[in-house]
């Protein structure tokens, strides 16, 4: 008798990676876990379980739609261009979000905006079931939103406990992001897996012959964030209480000083104009490969099973962020920014010449790796030079140049080879400037406490 996990396995090159990806990336998790030699005070237990249990399935509900966004529209019919449209209308409408949900937050409640990240993704997944391009446009608005608000808002609710309620210590708030930033990789290799399953599980249909609404296949993952994010809200209604911001009417009045003081130090320091360089390089090329991984990994003898490839991509990123930890000890975060630059250009190198499908996945997983091991190193750089007073306008000026390189790479007529040339080309300028960095940075020793946490 055959044994079907065997079977399950040996499918493809993709199922074959499973097993041993796991082996590596719980190795290295394990050797850079984060731990505290503290006692825990009395609380603090019961305190991460309501702040994570909630947010493991609020995050979920974002990792589950991850892999088949591109495959859903492409199976509806739609021009790469046209997807290019919707992928830029998301990233759009998260930055200007981004631009006012903390203060909004801050005065109207943290539990509030947690709540509508739930309602705003659920109108964003309905949308998926329509071939309308209005609709889906509609629907990566609300999803861009709600993307803002799930990576600032919940943790803005999670230190104002930490800090002001329950007034824990400093050292307990590293360990917590730590376990939050283990957790969240841990939640989205399993979310690629469970959509695979939902999407293998139902054919792809429109609901009736000239219907435009469609379902199984590519659609289900978002059913299934749908359920997620429903019991998220009735979680967050029922166990979370509210907190709000600091009332400062002096804030609205300051802002542009704080512009001009951030201004004056993005041109009297060169290290600013290195760092946004870096940025725009670095982060841009990641945006661009999300975008085209898909198309790239397209084949009719070996179909792309998305969730898999998502699962496996999650736990390259993971080991690199592992790896980045580790490797702190011998090594400062920007020397660890210049390899991963240098391995992050090889690797768009080697997907953009090879003929072989498997060498170009291999590629994907390194580059992966490499984002995995970027944000941590590039989180310590931020926090060591950026003045606190200004710290938010000098984070939204990296990200002017950032917005540039990604409208530009996505909104041309190009094809995915050629936009994987341009970014290896732009990761090589992220490495001179990440040498041209070092070269007038005091030398910094990294002191990653939250070894997996992203800024």
Known sequence: MTNPMAGYFSQTFYHKSILPMLAVTAALSFMARPSTKLELPMGFAKFRLVYLGVWTICVAADWLQGPYVYALYSAYGFSSHE????FVAGFGAALLCSCFVGSVADRFGRKKCCMAYCVLYII???TKHYKNYWILMLGRLTGGFATALLFSCFECWMVS??????AFSQDLLSYLFGIKFTVMYCVAILAGLLAQAGADMFSFKSYSEGSTFHTGGATVPFDISIVFLIVGLVLISLIWEENYGDSDRENSEN??????????????????LCLSVLVACFEGSMYAFVFNWTPALASEEVPPPFGIIFALFMMACMS???ASTLASERWNSQQRLMGTCILSSISFVIASTTTSLQ?????????????????????????????EAVRGTMYNIFRAPLNAVVVGLLLSH???????HICAGLLAAAFLATWTFQ?????????ESTPLKQV
Not at 255 to 272: G, I, M, Q, V, Y
């Open 359 to 387: 060498a170009c996945f291999a590629a994907f997983l390194l580059f992966e790796f490499c984002v995995g091991a970027y944000f941590p190193s590039i989180g310590v750089v931020k926090s060591e030079i950026v003045p």
């Open 320 to 322: 690199g962020a592992s």
């Open 255 to 272: 802002a542009f000083n704080s512009l001009r003081e951030t201004a004056r130090l993005f041109f009297a320091d060169k290290r600013f």
């Open 439 to 447: 070269a007038r940075a005091p030398q910094m020793v990294a002191t």
């Open 83 to 86: 997807i290019a449209e919707l």
């Open 161 to 166: 406990e930490h800090t002001v309620r329950h």
């Open 414 to 420: 190009i094809s995915w080879m050629t936009c994987f």
């Open 124 to 126: 964003s997944c309905m």
